[in-house]
């Protein structure tokens, strides 16, 4: 086997050990005569998977006290429409901070239930920017405050939060456990598993247990917070086997030194990588503020799209795949989520001077 | 290992070949240098898989033109209130049939939605029987009429299909591939997969084009069928290793001579269990109206409680697991669907036939 350096935006790369974990008990699970995604959501080797997923992102999200943890299907995508139909009460208004392609959907999706102030929104610098946090202000009455954390195509995330008076809630489908939140400062936040907590098929929504409260009981089972929070996320039957993914990696990012751990490698590779993109000024550019620059996803900019399409072939014939731009922006983009190895990313720092040795 | 016959009512048994595969390339896909998990939604070997899952449902369940079928997370949890946001018009009704808890619990979420004409309710009979199907009709101006094509609990299924001027709303959460259905007779069908399809985390839709258009425009992207039909669920990134285990099934399911092929066997298998059953009327006893007995749940009871729960114990200390009839009706329930071999149903009625010669 020769395994590739993925750089996908999502689905993206997993820890080694976990896939191996996953494959070497996925037809006889643990000695019970049967696989895992076979047994019963109501037998004890589930009930250990499911507990074992909510407390580890309890642990290493430090998640207090009267906030509930929820394992939901549908995505991020289905948040977008959950968040407001459950905390946005009819006739209020709530904010949105605007930085990218995931905050335009999570918006249109709001606007259908409510009323939105949009704060701020990064269209006019091609969504290369944040809003200053400390400048932001919630509307007197806003129900919420949305953000998107990091946004994947843009390539924008925030390092300082705002502080307002309404409660944040925040999509952090993109750098969930990539770095120490102050968990205390939201109150609520989701995150599809697909690029740091495991595979497609599950989102974690971490809410403050009076958001849960304003669900209203005209919605149906599913789409309430009251329904999953009553019942630990087995009202029905879950995403098995993506939660037991997602306990497999919170296992491994322990195995990292939790989060402080994971936050310190992926400082040194983004910092490995945007070197590498200053260092070549007049052939690499990163068209994003240098305050918002991303640590999971790195877009940068050749001379030419000529040149950005031999790169990516490039890279691809050295065993580094993913690395083209989303089709909304063009250029290259590297993902370097938690379970990019620092090696990675040296081969592709070492393949970028190589590349600008022979092209620039 | 020591592959235990598997009679939980899901997630549930699935083929042992399929397993096997899926274990083989689960860390390496097809030489692509990664798990198919990792991959992007957009690559050409996801493609294959989800465009592979989709047309196999198509041929097997020959599904007519004119009809899409939707892959879509949740569950069919989910669909209790996908189902009448989308089809379901304001100001108008529908009509249910509720033959068990399923019922029960797709009805309350409709509830939620619009009115609701309850043409059929076996509570009366503790929800051991089944509407004539030639005496049905539908409300004059319903939206549509609901049944569940098979109840897990109380063991019932529909043998004969109702015919009514409204377009039926099926779910077939716990039968779907299990013999041939007049698809084309059906406005929507619904299915969880983790009973038949594979594990747990993915929904089959397949709805007529004209109750696609349906749809308010006024509902968040992820909660309409026009998003997901207009990108062949591929709007938001679908629930990838779930689809795929369904592809394989599908596969499978051809490899068994198709859905007839399954059909036979599965009316085998029932048969054999209810003869069991019935040539022991002193100590084992089916509750269920002969013509709605279930192929899928074989439910019955023993002269006591005491004697249903040293059953399960015996059984399980020869390898057959999942006995255990629902807490909501007690006695012994054998989930026999398409993946339980004929074996395990012969060890089941050797071992019946062993335990009314010791106990009865």
Known sequence: MSRVFNFYAGPATLPLPVLERAQAEFVEYRGIGMSLIETSHRSAEYDEVHNGAVQGIRELLTVPDGYSI??????????????????????????????????????????????????????????????????????????????????????????????????????????????PIPTESFGLIYAGAQKNLGPAGVTIVIVRDDLVERSPDSLGAYLSYKTHAKKNSLYNTPPVFSIYLVRLVLDWIRDQGGVPGIEARNTRKANKLYDAIDNAPGFFRCPVDGAARSHMNVVFRLPSEELEAQFVSAAKAEGMVGLKGHRDVGGIRASIYNAMPEEGVEALVAFMTEFVRTKG
């Not at 009819?90 to 905050?103: H, I, N, P, R, Y």
């Not at 959907?105 to 944040?130: E, I, Q, W």
């Open 70 to 179: 929820l394992l939901v299907g549908g995505g991020a995508t289905l948040q977008f429409s959950m968040v407001p139909m459950n905390i946005l009460p009819e006739g209020a208004a709530c904010d949105f901070l605007v930085t990218g392609s995931w905050g335009k959907k999570a918006l249109a999706d709001t606007r259908a239930y409510g009323r939105v102030n949009v704060l701020f929104d990064g269209a006019d610098h091609a969504y290369t920017t944040l809003p200053e946090a400390s400048a932001v202000r919630s509307t007197p009455g806003a129900a919420y405050l949305h953000l998107t954390s990091n946004e994947t195509i843009g390539g924008v995330q925030y390092h300082r939060w705002p502080t307002v008076e309404a409660p944040i809630v925040a999509d952090m489908s993109s750098d969930i456990l990539s770095r």
